[in-house]
């Protein structure tokens, strides 16, 4: 079973971090999608979806660090439910994506003008998964007496 979520979208706050009791360290910002459709009369519309984002320890500390409100950024993460009971006593349900990592996708300084292609990659793995990553394939040439045509 999978459960993973990709966003690239704009921060709409800087993070908000809290240290918990135990010293762990959490962020949580809002991140805005846009998607654009032609209605029915052939008019654009947009459509913009705003998801919760929490980032923990670590990853939580790069937030506070490096992110601002208004920044275009790429989010991993997996989805997650929570129920709680409300002071006037109903139930409520708060969906957050919960990240594993995030990179900006902001314009280089004094660069070209074009977005710089930052993307994650192995080095931006979660510490406890960077050693559960599979060997890279050293050869791609067919073994002997294969003759399978792709």
């Known amino acids: ?6 966003l690239i979208g704009n921060l709409g706050a800087d993070p908000e971090v809290r240290h918990l ?15 654009t459709y032609k209605d029915k009369d ?7 979806e705003w998801h919760n984002v929490v980032a923990w320890r670590e990853l939580g ?8 409100k208004g920044m ?13 009971t409300a002071q ?3 139930e409520r349900y708060i969906t957050d994506i919960i990240a594993n990592t995030f990179r900006l996708l902001e314009r280089k300084e004094g660069g070209s003008g074009g977005f710089e292609s930052r993307f994650p990659s192995a080095e931006d793995a979660p510490a406890s998964k960077k050693g559960d990553m599979p060997a890279a394939v050293t050869s791609a040439t067919p073994a002997e007496g294969d003759d399978l045509p792709f």
Not at 1 to 6: H, L
């Open 42 to 48: 052939g008019n654009f519309q947009q459509v913009t």
């Open 1 to 6: 079973m999978i459960n993973k979520v990709t």
């Open 21 to 35: 009791e135990n010293g762990v360290m959490v962020a949580r910002f809002p991140v805005a999608t846009n998607e």
């Open 88 to 90: 006037d006593g109903q």
């Open 61 to 68: 500390e790069r937030a506070e660090k490096n992110l601002k």
């Open 72 to 84: 275009l950024v790429y989010i991993e993460g997996k989805i997650s439910y929570r129920k709680y």
